[in-house]
């Protein structure tokens, strides 16, 4: 085929109105898509940070090596957010029952004032010490082998009960009859995990059953050949994106084909943001495998996410722009004007405040 136009049907030889809906189907997309990175923050992005790092992508998809699910999601850090792609670390701090109230009675305990700042972060740093030993009580466990035996009553290392007090037990640790030290793991995961993952807790969390041994055991502990996303999670989300998405970027993707723009840029624009999803959703799959492999692919994700942004936002620009004569291209750009304002706005008014907030929240 020659590259030249004069024959070829273009979009702008639309009738007004029905190129009015395809610029108004346009920019919702683009709305849809900063939405989608809205959503994109809450579940993968680190407190106070606007997007995903490659290591978060990794972390997620991932996993570390060796390590089960549950004990990524204990050790993982605590600001990642509380679902299971990022961690499950502050239900032993921040999300434990009663919290603010076990601060302060540490502060009392400790002669310390808990209305005054420092008072606090002493009190909190002090308890922050304690509901360690029940993390690492738990690790402990899991290298052991995660016996069912040793569930209520396993034997701890020195490590952990050297660091305890004098004249010191708790419903987790305590002396056996031989005088040894144990700590309840069954305790530990009841009160700090159980009590949103049972059945008829409500919500997403209690479709997950930790008071269930076997549960536990067999979809948690074991380490996988990857500790990152459970595949059920992975598998949902792969097909939503895959059917939902490509319709989107099919359509986006068509509409830029009838541009006036030269065949080698729609050639290539065209189907790109298409492609690059493809790609996009192997590398989650891909990042499953062991290291190094798996850990690149995973890194691999922040890379092609962008790049289906920018795609699409390509898409979206050039078309628009393509489908009006002078008038409306000034439209369109009083458009970009009054959305770049917008947004200016909300960040300042909303999202740069929230973002404080969550630093603040998770204490950075
Ligand atoms: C305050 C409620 C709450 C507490 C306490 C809690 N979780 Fe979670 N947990 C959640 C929520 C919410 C999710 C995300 C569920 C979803 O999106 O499917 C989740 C997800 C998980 C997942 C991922 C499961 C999957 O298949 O997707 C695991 C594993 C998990 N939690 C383990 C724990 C452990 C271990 C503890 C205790 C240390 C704990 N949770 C404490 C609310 C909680």
């Known amino acids: 085929m020659s ?7 273009l979009l702008c030889h639309l009738p007004l109105v029905a190129r009015v809906v395809v610029a108004v ?9 900063f939405s989608a990175l809205v959503q994109l ?6 407190a106070g940070e606007v997007l995903p790092s490659p ?14 699910v549950l004990e990524r999601l204990i050790v993982a850090d605590e600001t990642l957010p509380f679902n299971g792609a990022g961690s499950m670390r502050a239900a032993f701090t921040t999300r434990s029952a009663g919290w603010r109230r076990y601060v302060r009675n540490k502060a009392k305990a400790l002669n310390l004032d808990p209305s005054d700042p420092d008072g606090w972060r002493q009190a909190e740093a002090a308890l922050r010490k304690e509901r360690e030993w029940e993390i690492d009580a738990i690790r402990a466990w899991i290298h052991a082998g995660a016996s069912k035996d040793t569930y209520s009553e396993f034997p701890l290392p020195k490590e952990i009960y050297g660091q305890f007090p004098e004249s010191f037990s708790s419903d987790f640790f305590f002396k056996n009859d031989k005088d040894e030290w144990v700590g309840s793991i069954i305790n530990i995961i009841d009160t700090r ?3 949103c993952h049972s059945e008829g807790k409500g919500g997403a969390a209690a479709e997950i059953h930790l008071d269930k041994f076997e549960v536990l055991k067999e979809d948690y502990l074991i380490p996988a050949s990857s500790g990152g996303m459970p595949l059920r999670k992975l598998a949902q989300s792969s097909h ?9 970027y099919g359509l986006t993707g068509l509409v830029f084909a009838f541009t006036s723009y030269p065949l080698l840029l729609r050639l290539i624009l065209a189907p790109f943001t298409l492609i690059v999803q493809i790609i996009d959703i192997s590398c989650w799959w891909l990042a499953r495998l062991p290291e190094p492999t798996g850990p690149l692919f995973g890194k691999t994700i922040a890379l092609t996410g962008m790049l289906v942004g920018a795609s699409l936002g390509g898409q979206i620009l050039l078309t628009l722009f393509d489908m009006f004569g002078k008038k409306g291209k000034m439209v369109l750009v009083g458009l970009l004007v009054l959305a770049a304002l917008i947004f200016g706005i909300l960040y300042v008014t909303v999202i740069g405040p929230h973002l404080e907030w969550e630093r603040t929240a998770a204490g950075l």
Do not use: T
């Open 41 to 46: 923050h809450f579940q993968h992005a680190k």
């Open 193 to 195: 995990c159980v009590r």
């Open 3 to 9: 590259n030249d136009d004069h024959d070829r049907w």
């Open 55 to 68: 290591e978060d992508a990794v972390h997620a998809y991932h996993g570390v090596d060796g390590m089960s």
């Open 240 to 248: 939503v994106h895959l059917l939902g998405f490509s319709m989107l």
């Open 25 to 33: 189907f346009l920019i919702s997309v683009g709305i849809g898509y």
